[in-house]
Structure formats: structure tokens, C-alpha cells
């Protein structure tokens, strides 16, 4: 089992920036490939951005593009993501989400952490 912990959601204002951290509790952190997700209420979970092992290659939904940065810290089992010039529009329940490399059936989720962009 793997387990994902994440951190550094709360409240903040339009404009603003918060970075979120998730903390893997595994061996093999360096073959998983690592994203987050979010949902809003009364939407459906989406994508947000994802990375790569080896940190080589990353992908962003194009609502976030230019705002948000993934990155990850293999030796720190963590991987983070900086959000930028956030909008109320960003308002979610943020999930980290971890798949082993070329196994299929080897995923996992952490708990989640609220991201309030409010004035």
C-alpha cells in the first residue's frame, strides 16, 4: 500500500498563490507517476497536472496552464504543487493521486485538502 498525505490547503484571496505538498509513504516513490486532482462542488474530479518519474515530462489542464507548477522531490518522496493568480474558480477539494509505472491495476489517493480562494 501506498499512502498520500497532503498539506498546505486553507483560504485565500483572488490573486494570491499557495503551494501544496503530498508526502508518499513508499519505497518506490521514483517509478510512480504522480498528479493532482480537484473538484469542485457539483462538478466532476478532474485532472489538474501531472509529472512524470523522472520529472522530464509534465501536463496541465488548460485552465490552470500558466498559473500551477507540479514538481516532485524524488529523494523527499513528495511532490508539490505551486498555484499562482488563484480565482475563485479554483475553489476544490485537491487530491493527490499516485500510479505505479506500467502497472495498471497499482493506484492510489490521498484524503484531500480544501483550497478556498475567497475575498
Known amino acids: 500500500q501506498v499512502q498520500l498525505v497532503e498539506s498546505g490547503g486553507g483560504l485565500v484571496q483572488p490573486g494570491g498563490s499557495l503551494r501544496l505538498s503530498c508526502a508518499a509513504s513508499?519505497?518506490?516513490?521514483?517509478?510512480?507517476?504522480m498528479s493532482w486532482y480537484r473538484r469542485a462542488p457539483g462538478k466532476e474530479r478532474e485532472s489538474v497536472a501531472a509529472?512524470?518519474?523522472?520529472?522530464?515530462?509534465?501536463n496541465y489542464a488548460d485552465s490552470v496552464k500558466g498559473r500551477f507548477t507540479i514538481s516532485r522531490n524524488n529523494a523527499q518522496n513528495t511532490v508539490y504543487l505551486q498555484m499562482n493568480s488563484l480565482q475563485p474558480e479554483d475553489t476544490a477539494v485537491y487530491y493527490c493521486?499516485?500510479?505505479?509505472?506500467?502497472?495498471?491495476?497499482?493506484?492510489?489517493w490521498g484524503q484531500g485538502t480544501q483550497v478556498t480562494v475567497s475575498s
Open positions: 509529472i512524470s518519474t523522472t520529472a522530464g515530462s509534465t
Open positions: 493521486h499516485a500510479k505505479l509505472f506500467g502497472v495498471d491495476t497499482f493506484d492510489y
Open positions: 513508499t519505497f518506490m516513490f521514483s517509478r510512480y507517476v
